[in-house]
């Protein structure tokens, strides 16, 4: 692990617990992330998984400790983190399209918004042909499937282009051709684009196929406190894979 400071590090967590109330989810969280790395996050239901990506994105505080992004205390939300949720996150009275470019709306003034919505929706609708929404981009999201609401939220996410981008088991609700295709997508942008990706996924299969460094998180481990003692998850294995985009045949190997 890299230590705070170190020229290619974008991530640091530092000492880091997290409690709601006398539960501890997290305990002792210490690691380093650098720039351009997928981070893959597995572990038991339960262990707290979400609460970690919680504080990449600043939606929460850490109870001890410090999240540092090049060096400084996250504290809140901003677009150069973003993230796409296990459930749709989708405005249900704007069409498709307009929620794909809501991230480049609400960046600019009305004037500019007038000036560059033209330039807006063409790269939307290039994200939503890729994504093969593009015959549905003036419907809204209760004409979708559930799996079409989730790749659009996708194409909403991607298309800001985060220097870091957070995945909550995003790929859940695609049919198996779907999520594949969708995972490509995904590796391809983030080789071009050298995004930093924090991916939490229930599937060991997905999890080693796209990650560079494969994250276990898990609140079963031995320390010298006892067995009686309160404790949260850590980190249990941190594993490289390596940068290198994996043909899908890896799959069955």
């Known amino acids: 692990m890299s230590s705070p400071g170190s020229q290619n590090q974008l991530i640091h967590f530092e000492d880091v ?19 351009g790395e997928f981070c893959t ?7 707290g998984k979400s609460t970690l990506l919680r504080l990449v994105l600043g939606q929460e505080l850490p109870t ?10 996250i504290q809140r939300p901003t677009t150069d983190r973003g993230i796409v949720y296990q459930k749709y996150s989708l405005f249900p009275h704007m069409s498709v399209i307009n929620n794909v470019i809501l991230g480049f709306m609400l960046q600019c003034g009305m004037a500019e918004r007038r000036r560059k919505k033209a330039d807006f929706i063409q790269q939307g609708m290039a994200y939503l042909k890729r994504l093969r929404l593009d015959r549905h981009a003036d419907k809204f999201p209760h004409e979708l499937s559930g799996g079409m609401q989730q790749r659009a939220a996708i194409a909403q996410a991607l298309i ?19 999520r594949e295709d969708v ?6 942008l983030w ?36 067995p009686e003692s309160k404790r949260g998850s850590k980190i249990v294995t941190d594993l490289p894979l390596g940068r290198e985009i994996k043909s899908p045949a890896t799959k069955q190997s």
């Open 160 to 178: 800001l282009k985060p220097r870091v981008l957070i995945m909550d088991e995003p790929f859940g609700a695609l049919d198996p051709d779907t």
């Open 191 to 226: 080789e071009a684009e050298q995004m930093t990706v924090f991916f939490v996924t229930h599937d060991l299969i997905e999890a080693l196929y796209l990650g560079s460094r494969l994250l276990v998180l898990s609140q079963f481990y031995t320390d010298d406190r006892g």
């Open 17 to 35: 617990e997290k409690h709601y109330g006398s539960n501890i989810v997290l305990d002792n969280i210490d690691m380093s992330v650098s720039k």
């Open 64 to 73: 001890h400790g410090r999240v540092l992004l090049e060096n400084q205390p």
């Open 41 to 47: 996050l597995v572990g038991p239901s339960g262990c």
């Open 183 to 188: 995972q490509l997508f995904l590796l391809e």
